[in-house]
């Protein structure tokens, strides 16, 4: 059960759209954890927490990252949308007092992806693309996959991202290549 405070306070420090967003995944991500048999309760917690670190407003993450201590990456330094990730892990663990590793690392990758992704990891990242506010090309396909078969699921959605990010000249993180290419090895083992 999920106290009131963390709703009113994730409210007020990323904004009203992103906050719907949140409940959006939050939602996704307990059926997709009711879908391959993982706890509930977990998923909830990072759904709806998945973008704390996206503060709003005039906040300079990087700024904010560098205050942490986090020493951040030449590409994600370079890119706004990968820096609420790191955030969200310290912000989750010291504001919002998640503990679980679990749930701290599905906050810490749900952009990038990681090698070796955990189940929560993996419900997470789809998640965040399916709710139902979500729409770009691709989008139908990835809700499709989504609770036929997580991993082949999880492929699409990065190839997906993969060529966006291409026809926009933006940076890959190398987890995301990490993540892409650990799927297709298990894949051609199975
Ligand atoms: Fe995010
Ligand atoms: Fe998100």
Not at 128 to 139: A, C, K, M, Q, T
């Amino acid at each position: 059960m999920i106290e009131n405070w963390v709703y009113e306070k994730l409210k007020k420090d990323i904004g009203v759209k992103r906050y719907n967003h949140s409940l959006g995944v939050m939602h996704e991500s307990k059926k997709l954890a009711k879908q391959y048999g993982y706890p509930i309760e977990k998923a909830e917690v990072a759904g709806l927490l998945h973008d704390c670190g996206k503060l709003k407003g005039e906040i300079n993450l990087l700024k904010m990252a560098n205050a942490f201590g986090i020493i951040l990456d030449n590409v994600t330094k370079n890119n706004r949308e990968l820096i609420h990730s790191v955030l969200g892990e310290i912000i989750a663990q010291e504001e919002y007092n998640i503990a679980d590793r679990d749930i701290l690392k599905a906050i810490r990758f749900h952009t990038t992806g990681r090698e070796n992704m955990g189940l929560l990891e993996k419900i997470v990242y789809v998640a965040d693309l399916i709710e139902p506010s979500r729409n770009f090309e691709g989008v139908e396909k990835i809700r499709d996959l989504a609770y036929v078969n997580i991993d082949q699921c999880l492929l699409y959605a990065i190839d997906n991202t993969l060529k966006f990010i291409i026809s926009r000249e933006k940076l890959i993180h190398l987890d995301s290549i990490k993540a892409r290419n650990q799927i297709l090895i298990q894949k051609n083992m199975e």
